[in-house]
């Protein structure tokens, strides 16, 4: 069945460096793919999505392009700050109106 | 973008006693809706999928007579925890599939104690 495969955590970065968390996924078909944040004590919230290959899916300063060949979605960020500080999950989704499928989640804390 | 409301964010409830869930879509109709479960420091775990006007499909290993799901309008599911006892207390978040089916929108999330 469909599956997503994202970077253990937690991972631990000071403020201003590289982010990047690795995800990888197995479907059939050509699903869409989604990074969702969870901030403490909080629901989830979609950050970014991209729905066919090569699509780069961005917001707040997160990127992530959608590469079937590889069939990867990395997710990453040029300059983190505090605020980032939360779970990442990778996910995806089938067909239409399928379930969406989530990684195990990435937490991520940055240092001041 | 569209909003789910998922009510109470919090409740407290003692051993054996039942536990109602709401999620609600407020700007759009959603014909499906997604029950998630999240242990702490753990993925979501998909519990059952609802459909309106018809009996949800739970995940293999999810009680159907626990976690009791209705699904009565086009933007409102509850999720009731029946006979709830200790090992039930987790994040409980709910999703609504907008009309084109691609994308999910979150409730806040309930977290659930069982004392």
């Known amino acids: 069945g469909d599956s997503v495969t994202q970077m253990e955590g937690p991972v631990t970065l000071s403020e201003e460096a590289f982010l990047t968390i690795n995800c990888t996924y197995t479907?059939?078909?050509?699903?869409?793919l989604f990074w969702y944040v969870q901030y403490p004590g909080e629901g989830l919230q979609l950050l970014l999505k991209a729905t066919k290959a090569d699509d780069k899916g961005s917001n707040k300063g997160f990127e992530a392009t959608y590469r079937k060949e590889t069939t990867s979605f990395h997710l990453e960020k040029g300059s983190v700050q505090v605020s980032d500080s939360a779970v990442y999950f990778c996910?995806?989704?089938?067909?239409?109106?399928?379930?969406?499928?989530f990684g195990s989640g990435t937490r991520l804390s940055i240092r001041p | 973008g569209a909003v789910v409301s998922q009510h109470p964010s919090r409740v407290i409830c003692k051993s054996g006693t039942s536990v109602k869930i709401e999620c609600r879509s407020l700007d759009f109709q959603a014909t499906t809706m997604f029950w998630y479960r999240q242990f702490p420091k753990q993925s979501l775990m998909l519990m059952a999928t609802?459909?309106?006007?018809?009996?949800?499909?739970?995940e293999q290993g999810v009680e159907k007579d626990k976690f009791l799901i209705n699904h009565a309008s086009l933007t409102l599911s509850t999720l009731t925890v029946t006979s709830a006892h200790p090992e039930d207390s987790s994040f409980y978040i709910c999703s609504a599939v907008s009309g084109t089916g691609h994308e999910a929108f979150f409730g806040q999330g309930t977290r659930l104690t069982v004392v």
């Open positions: 609802s459909n309106e006007g018809s009996k949800a499909t739970y």
């Open positions: 479907a059939t078909g050509y699903p869409s």
């Open positions: 996910a995806l989704s089938g067909s239409s109106a399928s379930k969406i499928i």
